[in-house]
């Protein structure tokens, strides 16, 4: 159903958001720098 993907999505969301908030700076600088690494 697609609600069930709107609930997931808002989950992952609220994850990504809580690992920033636990990781501060380097949970974003990882996921920023990775792609320009890769590309």
Avoid: H, N, W
């Amino acid at each position: 159903p697609p609600g069930s993907g709107a609930a997931l999505a808002a989950a992952l969301k609220k994850a990504q958001a809580a690992r920033m908030a636990r990781g501060g700076s380097e949970g974003g600088v990882r996921i920023r720098v990775d792609p320009l690494d890769i590309g």
